[in-house]
């Protein structure tokens, strides 16, 4: 009978752990500096945060997309960033087909994929 009355006193403290950690952890972009290199040629700078916890969990990558979801360049992030957050990387030479004038930033890491705060961005 103590065991029926501590796991129903338990069991609402361990379905909100679940649902708090199965909504932590997402990447979030925070900001985008976009500068054209050249003719439909662009250089991207993002800022993500992410509660990096290790080589297990951490922001991998982040994409540059079109609004309809063609991938046109990504940077993969090769180890976690524990210590900095939020962090900044660039990626180059990003070809953008003509008439396109905003892209979606979106960011990924290990363990949820994508997920978390995205940005369109306007094409200077």
Same mark, same amino acid.
């Given at each position: 009978?103590? &065991?029926?009355?501590? %796991?129903? $006193?338990?069991?609402? #403290? ?11 952890? /997402? ?33 991998? &990558?982040?994409?540059? %997309?079109? $609004?309809?979801?063609? #991938? ?11 210590? /900095? ?33 995205? &940005?369109?961005?306007? %094409?200077?």
């Amino acid at each position: 009978m103590a &065991k029926i009355k501590f %796991l129903r $006193l338990i069991a609402p #403290l361990i379905l909100l752990a679940c649902i708090n950690a199965s909504w932590a952890g /997402e990447v979030n972009v925070e900001k985008v500096k976009v500068s054209k290199q050249s003719a439909n040629t662009y250089s991207f700078s993002v800022t993500l945060k992410h509660a990096d916890t290790g080589w297990k969990h951490y922001a991998n &990558k982040w994409e540059v %997309l079109t $609004l309809d979801g063609e #991938l046109l360049g990504q940077r993969i992030l090769h180890h976690p960033h524990v210590n /900095e957050q939020p962090f900044t990387r660039k990626l180059g030479k990003v070809k953008i087909p003509s008439g396109v004038s905003q892209v979606l930033i979106k960011g990924y890491d290990l363990k949820h994929g994508d997920g978390g705060k995205t &940005k369109i961005v306007d %094409l200077p």
